[in-house]
């Protein structure tokens, strides 16, 4: 979510002024504004905290290539351009090693 820093920040006296039904019209607003996708045909659409449980996911999951590498730090596997370091013969990825 874009936030803008150059708008007025609102003081602690303006954070207790605000009633709870001014609080709740805004967060009913903001939940009516998440759900605004194009669906193809066929496609249904998910709302918000359903319950995904019975559900079944299904993806091809690609083998780790000659030219990648798996960081022993954060355990992503990376292109070799991103290898930053070998420390005792394992590798670590530039944002591991900063």
Excluded at 9 to 35: F, G, H, P, V
Excluded at 40 to 49: F, T
Excluded at 53 to 66: D, G, I, K, Y
Excluded at 89 to 96: D, L
């Amino acid at each position: 979510m874009a936030t803008d820093y150059d708008s007025p920040r609102k003081t602690d006296d303006d954070i207790n002024e605000d009633s709870l039904q001014e609080l709740q019209a805004r967060r009913a607003d903001k939940a009516a504004s998440i759900i605004d996708e194009d669906l193809d045909a066929g496609e249904v659409a998910e709302l918000p905290g359903a319950d995904l449980s019975n559900e079944e996911l299904t993806f091809r999951v690609v083998p780790r290539q000659a030219d990648e590498f798996t960081c022993t730090r954060c355990f992503l596997v990376h292109h070799r351009s991103q290898l930053a370091t070998e420390k005792n013969g394992r590798p670590i990825c530039r944002e591991c090693a900063a």
